[in-house]
């Protein structure tokens, strides 16, 4: 509905580039050179915008008339501080559920200003409300026994009426769990169904509705859904560690993160756990902090016991690990400042210590202003710790230089990553190779493509959708296409099917009357043959269960890997794990259980200058001294990952 909003209204729409997003100059100058007179921000992204050290702020967003805030919770300072800086704007709150369509939305232009209240004012409050509910929707708050609450007390917010999803695609489980039969006690024009938010809100007497948070083990972090127990549940599945327990810091509306607490094993340091942990979760579940304990504290009841929990940055840091140059220290204080702990390890990366994209941005600000230089978001990247940046800022000032163009790629060493990738754990070697050819010969794998089972990555893509069109028209194999969970939380095959729709693939009607024969054919196929997988290329077992990666690989005869991570601005450290990992991971798919036939594509090599070079002049670079893109890295290391 926020493509279409504008569109409806007559009014041009404009995505804003992922280059541009997280980077407040940019998306300032973004806002201005195209007049854009509505946005739709999250608060976190408003929040970034507003402390833009930068005095031409209202200037550069004086075209603006409307923001739209959506997705995380509201808080008063947030809203005080936008509307003291841009008085004109109009700023609504809108309270939205993927399942249910819109629920409410609120003006917030007109609320008082908190300080100008005594703490005795009833409209003293830290939280906005995201309004009254929306025509045709009935908001039900009940307790865990299902009993409506009155107005005024705190439950879960149940929400029905015509707007309602039919449910999850082939998830029964979470159909039974989340739509729910509308109880005797909630009145019939709700509707014959309630869908659970898992969200902790109230029904004030005015028929507003007031968000507090999340009423189970779900946390929302940036955008965010994100399951505590999950990510406990992965911890412990790591033999160096025997006990856990992950804790979301924080309050709504403010810059939430996750701290685990670890009893480890043995001598498992922060730095082991955490590189184990990030080939099994995504990147966005990692926590922020490890404090390792020798045992998680619990009540007499055998809760955890919170209050005994030790602060974040009391973990002792190694004196190797500690600042040892002028800049060093400098650069170490301003990340604490930014990242809001005590100290520091040299060593450790910006993202790896809880840092995100949007504290990115405040980082580089301080920095550039300390050092008098330009860093980007994309030098972050290239140099995450603070040594490397501490080296970084040295020689640009050695150089008498502001910005550092030509850092990122040249630094990278490929015969460095190939070693480096083929010594990692999870390799495929000769030894993995020769047991499961041994193991093939049990399935007397005949199969070819007239018949078999597929395995497809990238089918949400450009490329890795045609793939899957002409598998379905082509041949009669079943197809299965692994599909990473996002934060809309829409189901797998329902994303696959959209984005084959945007490609012109398949029909955007339902009905089969008004299709023509091929897209009757391909719809069929669609239905009948193509079965989508949650999981994730660049995680250990592909993101998959244990159960599910084992039954999979003895299943499948056939890989086409067409999964990769494209962006021409990020540099080649930011897009490794997705691209060099995630051929790996397949590799490895690729020889257990059965050997399968496999398809690797990737991008071709880009020059920028210098003279022409073939495959091998990679390890010639004194006499071939060239700058190659990002691609060109990324794909000749997982070539040379190839047997």
């Given at each position: 509905m926020e493509l279409l909003r504008p569109l409806l209204k007559g009014i041009p729409l404009y995505v804003i580039p992922d280059s541009v997003i997280y980077d407040p100059s940019l998306l300032l100058k973004f806002l201005k050179k195209h007049g854009i007179t509505r946005v739709l921000f999250t608060p976190s992204?408003?929040?970034?915008?507003?402390?833009?050290?930068?005095?031409?702020l209202p200037d550069h967003l004086s075209s603006l008339r409307i923001i739209w805030l959506c997705g995380e919770v509201v808080t008063t300072a947030l809203r005080d501080r936008c509307m003291r800086t841009l008085p004109w704007i109009k700023l609504l709150n809108l309270y939205s559920v993927s399942e249910c369509h819109d629920v409410a939305t609120a003006d917030l232009s007109n609320m008082p200003f908190q300080n100008e209240l005594s703490d005795s004012d009833d409209n003293k409050r830290k939280f906005c409300p995201v309004g009254k509910l929306l025509p045709g929707v009935y908001v039900a708050i009940m307790d865990e026994n299902l009993k409506p609450l009155p107005v005024g007390l705190p439950g879960e917010i149940f929400v029905g009426g015509p707007a309602l999803?039919?449910?999850?695609?082939?998830?029964?489980e979470l159909n039974a769990y989340r739509f729910i039969e509308r109880p005797r006690e909630v009145p019939e024009i709700a509707g014959p169904r309630l869908y659970r938010t898992g969200d902790w809100g109230y029904l004030l007497s005015s028929g507003m509705l007031e968000i507090c948070g999340r009423c189970d083990s779900m946390v929302k972090i940036r955008g965010y859904s994100i399951e505590t127990q999950a990510v406990e549940a992965a911890l412990l599945q790591l033999p160096m560690v025997n006990g856990c327990s992950v804790v979301a810091h924080g309050e709504e509306g403010e810059d939430k993160y996750l701290a685990a607490y670890v009893v480890p094993e043995g001598k498992a340091s922060k730095k082991d756990i955490r590189a184990a942990l990030k080939t099994r979760l995504p990147f966005y579940m990692i926590p922020s902090h490890f404090v390792l304990l020798a045992s998680i504290p619990v009540t007499p009841a055998g809760k955890l016991d919170k209050k005994k929990l030790p602060p974040i940055g009391s973990a002792e840091t190694d004196e190797e690990s500690l600042p040892s140059t002028p800049t060093e220290r400098d650069l170490a204080q301003l990340w604490c400042e930014v990242l809001n702990i005590s100290n520091i390890d040299v060593q450790e990366g910006f993202f790896d210590l809880g840092g995100h994209s949007l504290l990115a941005t405040h980082l580089l600000v301080k920095v550039n202003n300390k050092f008098g230089i330009n860093l980007t978001v994309q030098d972050l990247f290239t140099c995450p710790t603070v040594a490397e940046m501490s080296k970084m800022i040295d020689e640009l000032q050695k150089d008498g230089t502001q910005s550092n163009k030509d850092?990122?790629?040249d630094k990278v060493d490929l015969l460095d990553e190939v070693n480096y990738h083929s010594a990692s754990e999870g390799f495929v070697n000769m030894d993995i190779m020769l047991r499961a050819f041994w193991r093939s010969a049990n399935f007397k794998n005949t199969r070819r493509w007239i018949r078999g089972r597929v395995l497809l990555t990238g089918g949400t893509g450009f490329l890795g959708g045609f793939l899957l069109r002409d598998?379905?028209?082509?041949?009669?194999?079943?197809?299965?296409?692994?599909?990473?969970?996002?934060?809309?939380?829409?189901?797998?095959k329902e994303r696959l099917k959209k984005a084959l729709q945007n490609f012109r693939i398949l029909p955007q009607t339902s009905d089969r009357q008004q299709m023509t024969e091929e897209e009757r054919y391909l719809d069929y196929g669609f239905e009948h043959r193509v079965t989508t997988v949650k999981g994730d290329v660049s995680l250990i077992k592909l993101g998959m269960s244990e159960e599910e990666y084992v039954h999979l690989s003895s299943e499948i005869d056939f890989i086409i890997h067409a999964a990769a991570a494209v962006n021409m601005v990020y540099p080649y450290q930011a897009l490794r794990g997705a691209n060099v990992r995630g051929t790996q991971n397949v590799l490895l798919f690729a020889c257990t259980s059965k050997i399968k036939n496999r398809y690797i594509i990737s991008?071709?090599?880009?020059?920028?200058?210098?003279?022409?070079?073939?495959?091998?002049s990679f390890f010639l670079v004194d006499k071939h001294p060239v700058t190659f893109v990002w691609t060109s890295h990324r794909g000749w290391t997982f070539k040379s990952l190839l047997p």
């Open positions: 992204l408003l929040e970034t915008l507003l402390t833009c050290e930068d005095s031409d999803a039919q449910g999850y695609l082939n998830r029964p850092l990122s790629e598998l379905i028209r082509f041949t009669k194999v079943h197809i299965f296409c692994i599909v990473r969970e996002q934060r809309d939380g829409v189901d797998g991008g071709k090599l880009k020059k920028h200058a210098g003279p022409n070079l073939d495959h091998t």
